[in-house]
């Protein structure tokens, strides 16, 4: 089973700062299937970032991710005061199909 | 574009079956994988399982034998049954959708709204 630890499980910035949230696999397996979301308060969850670097329809470009073996980041360029919000990282593929990792809020 | 409308009971005793359907409207329920997700109160995302569009499924095994989802061509929509339920089920759940090949995986691109599914006695 892939577990997904991301890292920290909060981050205190403010407006115009950049933002590294990180993403560790307990075992490797292909970026084109890991995924981030951005989840607000009281909100489903949206898709920002698919196959570890590619951004979903309509998402900002101060959104990017990456990738280094069994480590993944998603990085906030410049936050704006709608990206407080928490994020989580989520692979597919192995056992179980589908996980997402615990979740990193991101907050004021 | 396409929209997910999620419906059912939202107040259940426990024992009893969890019945939650969403609705495909604006596109075609092929060529997807349609996915069912739960959150607990304060808590973070809990896969529950997927089905396709030939009606292959993948479920959670820490759900055991307890989830069935099924589709329904005919009518746009795909169905989660969650039978014991216990206060440990009480939670937001969602649809969404993703597309899946064997080298790609487009993430969940499309979620319905969630609904609240609360067990109590």
């Known amino acids: 089973e892939i577990v997904l630890t991301q890292s920290p499980g909060t981050l205190s910035l403010s407006p115009g700062e950049g933002a590294t949230l990180s993403c560790r696999a307990s075992q490797s397996f292909s970026s084109n299937f890991l995924a981030w979301y951005q989840q607000k308060p009281g909100q489903a969850p949206r898709l920002l970032i698919y196959?570890?670097?590619s951004r979903a329809t309509g998402v900002p470009d101060r959104f990017s991710g990456s990738a280094s073996g069994t480590d993944f980041t998603l990085t906030i360029s410049r936050l704006e005061p709608e990206d407080f919000a928490v994020y989580y990282c989520q692979q597919y593929g192995n056992s179980p199909r589908l996980t997402f990792g615990g979740g990193t809020k991101v907050e004021i | 574009q396409v929209q997910l409308q999620l419906w059912g009971a939202g107040l259940l005793r426990p024992s009893e079956t969890l019945s939650l359907t969403c609705a495909v409207s604006?596109?075609?329920?092929?060529?997807?994988?349609w996915t069912w997700i739960r959150q607990p109160p304060g808590k973070g995302l809990q896969w529950i399982g997927e089905?396709?569009?030939?009606?292959?499924?993948n479920n959670n095994p820490s759900l055991k034998s307890r989830v069935t989802i099924s589709v329904d061509m005919s009518k746009n929509h795909f169905s989660l049954n969650l039978r014991s339920v216990t206060a440990a089920d009480s939670a937001v759940y969602y649809c969404?959708?993703?597309?899946?090949?064997?080298?790609?995986?487009?993430?969940?691109?499309?979620w319905g709204q969630g609904a609240t599914v609360t067990v109590s006695s």
């Open positions: 196959g570890s670097s």
């Open positions: 969404a959708r993703a597309t899946v090949t064997a080298y790609s995986y487009s993430g969940l691109d499309v």
């Open positions: 089905i396709n569009h030939s009606g292959s499924t």
């Open positions: 604006g596109g075609s329920i092929s060529h997807y994988y």
